[in-house]
């Protein structure tokens, strides 16, 4: 484990469905994101928290909803989506978004 | 064109081989970030520099700041080396990592 802990670590739902994913670091990192890394792709950006505020929303569709209730803890919740998003979402968290970028395992989710 | 290009995209070495994988990039940086990214999908920070260079066992990492480029050595490979490494920058004033697209090593025995 790296410090930052992502579950489910695989998950497959349909396009009616609504699930979400979860990250969680203790490493006292005041930022936190979610990337998304389709085949063949590079990485993704997706949100970007500060200190529990969303500091950047890169262009990405309502049907992911992000959630930060604390430092340590971001969710993405997810309804209503394509088989195009079948991806790895990945969550890092950083201190002051330059030092100690650390990486979750990934969950791997397939839409069906 | 990307902000950060890596080359090769892949490489396959065998046992033992030098390995060398590039990163050019275009905008103005604070940091530049060599990450590991194994089949199963969990990524991991292998270094952060902002000038010179740095090393960790078989791992060197080197920045030129002047020319936007930086390079990853790995030195006497193993097949364990075996993984994609991403070059990443953070630029200046913006709140996020850049990624290149990735190098898949592979090395055989």
């Known amino acids: 484990e790296t410090g930052v802990t992502q579950t489910p670590r695989h998950l497959v739902m349909g396009m009616t469905n609504k699930k979400s994913l979860k990250c969680e670091q203790h490493?006292?990192?005041?930022?936190m994101y979610w990337y998304k890394q389709s085949a063949k792709k590079p990485l993704e950006l997706m949100f970007v928290?500060?200190?529990?505020?969303?500091?950047e929303n890169n262009s990405v569709p309502s049907r992911f909803s992000p959630e930060c209730p604390n430092s340590s803890h971001l969710f993405l919740h997810l309804h209503t989506l394509q088989p195009e998003d079948s991806a790895l979402y990945l969550c890092a968290s950083s201190q002051d978004f330059d030092y100690g970028y650390t990486f979750g395992s990934g969950t791997r989710l397939t839409v069906v | 064109k990307n902000e950060v290009e890596q080359s090769p995209q892949n490489l396959t070495a065998q046992e033992g081989e030098f390995i060398t994988i590039n990163c050019s990039y275009s905008?103005?940086?604070?940091?530049l970030h060599w990450l590991q990214q194994h089949p199963g999908g969990g990524i991991v920070s292998l270094f952060m520099?902002?000038?010179g260079k740095k090393k960790h066992g078989r791992l060197i990492a080197t920045i030129n700041i002047q020319e936007k480029h930086s390079s990853l050595h790995i030195t006497a490979s193993h097949p364990r080396d075996s993984a994609v490494y991403i070059c990443?920058?953070?630029?200046?004033?913006?709140?996020?990592?850049?990624f290149g697209q990735g190098t898949r090593l592979t090395i055989n025995p």
């Open positions: 490493l006292g990192h005041n930022a």
């Open positions: 520099l902002s000038s």
């Open positions: 990443a920058v953070s630029a200046q004033g913006a709140q996020k990592l850049v």
């Open positions: 905008v103005g940086i604070s940091a």
């Open positions: 928290y500060s200190l529990e505020e969303r500091v």
